[in-house]
């Protein structure tokens, strides 16, 4: 069966830092593409950044420089690292993944998705 479990969300205040855990269980891992995605209240799901099973990264304008991604192939675990976390990033974060070792923004090209943390940043 494949999962995807993602954890560490939680409330913490502006300016503060979160990471992020994705789990992955039931497939190759290494084969895979990673994506995180968050959807804010009322808006669209939309991506924050993904790793390849090679390790490059894409991040989205609205967190480069603030957000870093890892994996981990031996626990199969990618990990998104927060820092100088802002209002605006409050949203549940999902993580999902794709088959092939392309950097995908489109949630459509994700094979299988996990079931989100929530992440709130007070001001």
């Known amino acids: 069966e494949v999962q995807l479990q993602a954890s560490g969300g939680g409330l913490v205040q502006a300016g503060g830092s979160l990471r992020l855990s994705c789990a992955a269980s039931?497939?190759?891992?290494?084969?895979?593409?990673i994506g995180w995605f968050r959807q804010a209240p009322g808006k669209e799901r939309e991506g924050v950044s993904c790793?390849?099973?090679?390790?490059?990264?894409y991040y989205a304008d609205s967190v480069g420089g603030r957000f870093t991604m890892s994996r981990d192939s031996a626990k199969a675990t990618v990990y998104l690292q927060m820092h100088s976390l802002k209002p605006e990033d409050t949203a549940v974060y999902y993580c999902?993944?794709?088959?092939?070792?392309?950097?995908?923004?489109?949630?459509?090209?994700?094979?299988?998705w996990g079931q989100g943390t929530l992440v709130t940043v007070s001001s």
């Open positions: 999902a993944a794709d088959w092939g070792a392309q950097l995908s923004q489109s949630e459509r090209a994700y094979d299988y």
């Open positions: 039931g497939f190759t891992f290494d084969d895979y593409s």
């Open positions: 790793i390849s099973g090679i390790g490059d990264t």
